[in-house]
């Protein structure tokens, strides 16, 4: 059974950084895109990050690039997001999700971690 | 490019609906479109992929398909737990960007 289990989210200050973590099992990590989606509160879908299997390669969306950095450890099949100069509109669930079918494709998807940026 | 939705849509019980998904700019046919579905409280699950494809699990009330201007979900013979917001999604080939459309949210009465 695939699970995805995100933590790390927290109340964090605007301009202040933050570590979030997606525990993977179930599947092959290592042979698989893995992807950050955010959604704010009340609001819809947001694709933030992803990430190729052998982590050498990395996309952003535009609203993130240069502020955030998406890594994994294969070792521990654990995908993080290292959230820097935060900003109030970065207020959101993060869910981490895996794409078994091709990168394009989310498939599977964790319960998320609420990061609220607030002062 | 973006993606559009209808921001809601409603019917009863056993009847047939069909969700919108229209492409920007460029055509709907150049990258395949997912849909995903999240019922309040839970995250989104897949309900269809390359298009028309249906995961296992997934009820075959549930399809897919796209014209020339835009891809669709169908979902017949509705029932109450398919209440929930649908999301389309598809992606920029060129910098291997993903994009959600805004979602609809389906109520079934």
């Known amino acids: 059974e695939v699970q995805l289990l995100e933590s790390g989210g927290a109340l964090v200050q605007p301009g202040g950084s933050l570590r979030v973590s997606c525990a993977a099992s179930?599947?092959?990590?290592?042979?698989?895109?893995m992807n950050w989606v955010r959604q704010a509160p009340g609001k819809g879908l947001e694709w933030v990050s992803a990430?190729?299997?052998?982590?050498?390669?990395?996309y952003y969306a535009d609203s993130v690039k240069g502020r955030f950095t998406i890594s994994r450890e294969n070792s521990k099949s654990t995908l993080f997001l290292q959230m820097d100069s935060l900003r109030a509109e970065d207020t959101a669930v993060y869910y981490c999700?895996?794409?078994?079918?091709?990168?394009?494709?989310?498939?599977?998807w964790g319960r998320g971690t609420l990061v609220t940026v607030s002062s | 490019f973006m993606l559009t939705q209808p921001h809601s849509v409603s019917e009863s019980p056993g009847k047939t609906v069909t969700i919108s998904c229209t492409r920007s700019?460029?055509?709907?046919?150049?990258?395949?479109v997912q849909w995903y579905q999240q019922r309040p409280g839970s995250s989104p699950t897949i309900v269809i992929y390359?298009?028309?494809q249906r995961p296992s699990g997934v009820p075959d009330r549930f399809s897919g398909s796209f014209d020339s201007s835009s891809a669709s979900l169908t979902i017949s013979g509705l029932r109450t737990e398919d209440e929930a917001d649908y999301y389309c999604?598809?992606?920029?080939?060129?910098?291997?960007?993903?994009?959600f459309g805004g979602g609809t949210k389906l109520t079934v009465l």
């Open positions: 999700a895996n794409s078994l079918t091709g990168w394009h494709v989310l498939t599977y």
């Open positions: 179930g599947f092959s990590f290592t042979n698989h895109v």
């Open positions: 990430i190729s299997g052998s982590a050498s390669a990395t």
């Open positions: 700019s460029g055509s709907i046919a150049s990258n395949s």
């Open positions: 390359e298009d028309n």
């Open positions: 999604q598809s992606y920029d080939a060129s910098n291997r960007n993903v994009v």
